[in-house]
C-alpha cells in the first residue's frame, strides 16, 4: 500500500514538473509575441521618425494653430539630412496661428528645399500662416474646395478697464516712458500705442508680402491686390496663381516623379516622437485602436490651444475674445 502511494505520488510530482515546463514554455511564447507584436507596431508608427534607411518619400503633416515648435523643427532637418528621403510632401491643413512660428517653419522647410524636391499638399486649409508655410515649398497642390489665402497679420488684446470701473478697480502704474507696455487691457489704448501697433504691424504685413511674392509667379502689385485678407477656394488660388494644382496626395507625388523621383518609391508619414511624454504600451494600444490617446489631445482638437496665442498672428478667423 505505501509502495502504491509513493508510486502515485512520483507520478503526480512528475505530471506537475511536465505542467509547469508546459506552461513556462507557453508563457515564454506568449511573451514573446506580445513583445513582437509592440515591435512591429511601434516600428509602423515610430519608424519614419526614428530615421528610415529605405529610400522613401517623406510626408510630414502640419495641422492645427501653428505656434513655434522645436520638435517639428528637429524632425524637419532629420528629414533634410536623411539619405532615404528623396522627396518630401508637406501637408498643411492649418487656419495659420503666430507669425515667428510660422516664419520658423518657413525657414526650415525652405533649407529642405534647398537639398530635396518639396512639395506642399493643401487639405481643408492653409490660410495665413499656413499659406506662409505651403509658399516654401517648390509646388503646392490643392483641393477644389480648400480655402487658401488670408494674407495679412493681426495684433489682437482685450480692453477691461470699463468692467474694472464698475468693479471700483482702479490700476495704478509707474514707468519710465509713454509706450512702456504699451497696450495695456486695463486701460484705453492712446493713439501713440496704437500707432506704434500699427508700425509693427504694417511691418510684418509688408514681409510677408514680399514674401509671397518671391515665391509665387506674381509681381508685389498683384500680391498686394491679393493680401487683403481674402480667402479663396482652391480652384479660384489656381486662378490668381496661389496654388500651382488642383488635387491631393497623388497629385503631389507626381510632381515629386517630374523632379527625378522614383514612381515606385513609398510614401512614409514622418510622425511626432511622443515615447518620453506617454506610457508606451496603452499610448500604441490606443493608437491601433483608434481610439482617443487622451484628454489634452482632445483639447487640442478643439482649438484650446488658441487660448495661449502670444504677440503677432497670422491666422484666420480667430474666435473673438
Known amino acids: ?61 502640419i495641422t492645427g494653430t501653428i505656434m513655434e515648435d522645436d520638435e517639428l523643427l528637429e524632425r524637419l532637418d532629420r528629414i533634410r539630412k536623411a539619405p532615404g528621403v528623396k522627396g518630401v510632401i508637406v501637408t498643411v491643413d492649418s487656419p495659420g496661428g503666430t507669425t515667428a512660428g510660422g516664419e520658423a517653419i518657413y525657414e526650415e522647410v525652405r533649407r529642405l528645399a534647398a537639398e530635396k524636391p518639396v512639395v506642399a499638399q493643401v487639405g481643408t486649409l492653409a490660410a495665413s500662416a499656413g499659406y506662409m508655410i505651403a509658399s516654401a515649398t517648390d509646388h503646392i497642390v490643392a483641393r477644389q474646395s480648400s480655402i487658401v489665402g488670408s494674407i495679412g497679420v493681426l495684433f489682437q488684446y482685450p480692453d477691461v478697464s470699463g468692467l474694472m470701473e464698475k468693479l471700483g478697480v482702479k490700476l495704478e502704474e509707474i514707468k519710465s516712458s509713454p509706450l512702456k507696455a504699451e497696450p495695456s487691457p486695463f486701460k484705453p489704448t492712446s493713439e501713440e500705442a496704437r500707432a506704434m501697433i500699427r508700425n509693427m504691424i504694417l511691418d510684418s504685413y509688408a514681409w510677408f508680402v514680399d514674401l509671397v511674392t518671391e515665391r509665387r509667379p506674381l509681381t508685389r502689385d498683384e500680391v498686394l491686390r491679393l493680401a487683403d485678407g481674402s480667402v479663396f477656394t482652391g480652384r479660384q488660388a489656381v486662378e490668381n496663381k496661389l496654388v500651382d494644382e488642383l488635387g491631393g496626395e497623388r497629385e503631389a507625388k507626381a510632381w515629386l516623379v517630374s523632379q527625378g523621383v522614383s514612381d515606385d518609391l513609398e510614401v512614409v508619414e514622418w510622425k511626432k516622437r511622443e515615447l518620453a511624454s506617454s506610457y508606451f504600451l496603452p499610448e500604441m494600444i490606443t493608437r491601433l485602436l483608434g481610439t482617443p490617446s487622451g484628454s489634452a489631445e482632445i483639447l487640442r482638437e478643439l482649438g484650446a490651444d488658441r487660448i495661449f496665442l502670444d504677440g503677432m498672428l497670422s491666422v484666420w478667423q480667430p474666435e473673438k475674445r
Not at 510530482?13 to 506568449?30: M, N, P, S, Y
Request: net charge positive; charged share 25%.
Open 1 to 61: 500500500m505505501n509502495e502504491a502511494n509513493m508510486s502515485i505520488r512520483a507520478d503526480d510530482l512528475i505530471d506537475r514538473r511536465r505542467l509547469r515546463r508546459k506552461l513556462t514554455f507557453w508563457r515564454i511564447v506568449a511573451l514573446a509575441v506580445v513583445v513582437l507584436a509592440v515591435a512591429i507596431a511601434a516600428q509602423r508608427y515610430y519608424g519614419a521618425a526614428a530615421g528610415t534607411s529605405a529610400n522613401h518619400i517623406a510626408q510630414i503633416k
